[in-house]
């Protein structure tokens, strides 16, 4: 923000401002929308017009790139767009959409589809020079059907808004549409993505699905070019059969792939110039490394501007095995028995490669550049039975019960123990080094093999509802988790992962009322929620560090003095009043 000049940027504004205005008035004056003039201040301002004749004089122009200002305007701009497409959202007649939803999502498609189907076409033919040096013939055909699909929800509202029919049917409508188009061009352009699929009726009681959805994913950082360039095909496939021919009854069965979004975190930490400055010293406030008591090593800037890329880099998918029968035994009551089956394809982590002493990107079991790792692994497997008996004569009830197990040597996406990088999707520190893995594969953190659940409700005559919540789980398993010098943090296990015992079993209960009072037109809902009834203020999460030196791991006891005990609780009894008014 050094480079910001206040009162560059209140001129800038202003001059920007007073333009949008004068060429907004003087649009109406020949009948067209205020919208229409002010679009035209950045064609005036920029290097269209006056920005290239006073360029051309050789003097520096008030809105010049090198004038350290345009970021500064460019967030303004945005969050001003933002709010007026929030204003917009609040005037939307949700009534009138929810009530035309298939005409809605009709003609989005067509919006979408054609200019989309249209562009893919005719991009393939256009002069490669006008593709870039890193887009193929397919990834700049489908970039710029999107980009040619989208439309300018900020500008349709305030055109709608300048005309003064902003609440109009056809105006609802074509903001509708537009909302639907921007959201699914904005996530088509960071992921880009096909999908096919069909039914077939093979008997009157047994439907077949299949499908295949085609996913690339493209990642670009410093330098604006693409690090990352992965696809997978996830093939789909499934049936359902009413085994007793009877419209009650219910056997199913499925198998799928997923591919999961990489997040923009992993891109800004490891692709886009990110280093760790580190420094020690014992001074509370300065900055320089006290190199008399720690070493030159102990203070400098680690790590390169950009990961490397495994060159045999595949994209991580995971996948899932349902199967079950459901049986309504009577008008209302269901019972169902499912069995549950989820594990981890392929894992994309970072690994550090000390001939490159650089992080690389690569999959582990399948990787050029870390061949000694094993892949990463997770396996889901459950049984669950659930009762549900459907709101009538004023009550509902559901329950399901579950036994299952977790294990593998990788929790996933964001590590639940230890870890100096455990919040960091797909750079978390599970696969950094080949220590790290010894002892993983175990009982993952999250595996609970006894889960029990319960909600009721029932529907007074008065305008009471009352409704009650209700769980059962296991605990969770603990690990011994020793030191790591180099991270100076918690990141080894020195058991088998899992091997230590368990938490406490939590269990826990909730009460809800919801009492409507009918005043004309306008109902009050006055709530109240009564969490925790029990008070059951048990362990939720131990404490596993065994150690907090390296040297202390093998020791036959913890150093931690808090290792084994509670660090946190489940929350105590609480009460939530509240107010809902509907209309």
Known sequence: MSNIDPTTLLLQLGVLLSVAFLLGRLAERVGLPATTGELATGLVLGPSLLGAIVASGGREWLFTPASGQIESLRGIALFCGVLLVG??????????????????????LGALGLPLAA????????????RGP??????????????????????????????????????????????????TVWVGLSVIAAFIQDRWQILGNLTVNAGVRWEKQLIRGLGDLTYIDIDHFSPRVGFTWDFMNNGQTKAYASYSQFVPLIPMDMNIRSLNGERDGFTTNFDPV???????FFGEDDCAI?????DDIDPNLKSPYSEEILAGVEWQVTNTWVVGLRGIYRSLGRVLEDTYIPDLDNYAFFNPGDSVLAPEFAPGKRYFRGIELTAQKRLSDNWMVYASYMYSSLKGNFDGSFRAIGGFFARNPFITDDFDYPEFQVNAYGNLTLDRPH???????????????????????????????????AYIGPELFITPRGSEGRSPDTYEMDLQADYGLRLGPVTVHVLASLFNVLNRQQVTQVDQVWALQEADNELPAPTNDTYGQGNQWQQPRTLRLGLRVSF
């Open 87 to 108: 204003v917009a959202g609040a005037t939307v007649d949700l009534p009138f959409v929810r009530a035309r939803l298939r005409t809605i999502w009709l003609i989005s």
């Open 119 to 130: 562009t893919l076409v005719l991009a393939l033919f256009v002069d490669p020079r006008l």
């Open 134 to 183: 890193e887009a193929t013939a397919w990834s700049f055909a489908v970039f710029a059907g999107l980009a040619l699909s989208v439309s300018a929800v900020p500008v349709i509202v305030k055109i709608f808004a300048d005309l003064g029919i902003l609440h109009r049917n056809l105006s609802q409508l074509s903001l509708s549409v537009a909302v639907i188009d921007d959201a």
């Open 286 to 292: 300065a900055l320089p490394c006290d190199e008399e």
């Open 302 to 306: 680690r790590g390169t501007a950009v």
């Open 451 to 485: 889960q029990a659940k319960l909600q009721t409700a029932y529907a007074f005559p008065f305008g009471l509802t009352m409704s009650a919540s209700g769980y059962y789980q296991s605990g969770l398993p603990l690990s011994r988790i020793g030191w790591w010098d």
